[in-house]
Nanobody
Framework: QVQLVESGGGSVQAGGSQRLSCAAS????????MGWFRQAPGKEREFVAA????????FYTDSVKGRFTASRDNAKKTVYLQMNNLKPEDTAVYYC?????????????????WGQGTQVTVSS
């Protein structure tokens, strides 16, 4: 079992930055692919970014490319999402997720463990 705890959410003005963290416990962190997802009110959960277990491959949804950077530190069992030039449409609850097998995916149903989420609110 893997437990995931996100932190770093809050309120920010458009154009600002935030850094989310997701700390893992239990399991063997370095064997999991890690994903970031978000869910806005009334909308389905949406893929943001995912990294292979080594962190050597990271991919993003088009709407955040060039603004968001995902990374992971396997020694610290933590993944990060650096979000720059935030827009009001980025407002959502952000979740990290762990997937067995080590290969990242953009599909929520591929992930086995989820954090509780952290709210990010971007005001115009």
């Amino acid at each position: 079992q893997v437990q995931l705890v996100e932190s770093g959410g809050g309120s920010v003005q458009a154009g600002g930055s935030q850094r989310l963290s997701c700390a893992a416990s239990g399991g063997t962190f370095s064997t999991y692919a890690m994903g970031w997802f978000r869910q806005a009110p009334g909308k389905e959960r949406e893929f943001v970014a995912a990294s292979w277990r080594s962190g050597s491959t990271i991919f993003y949804t088009d709407s955040v490319k060039g603004r968001f950077t995902a990374s992971r530190d396997n020694a610290k069992k933590t993944v990060y999402l650096q979000m720059n030039n935030l827009k009001p449409e980025d407002t959502a609850v952000y979740y990290c997720a762990a997937k067995t097998g080590g290969v990242g995916s953009r599909w929520p149903y591929d992930y086995d463990y989820w954090g509780q989420g952290t709210q990010v609110t971007v005001s115009s």
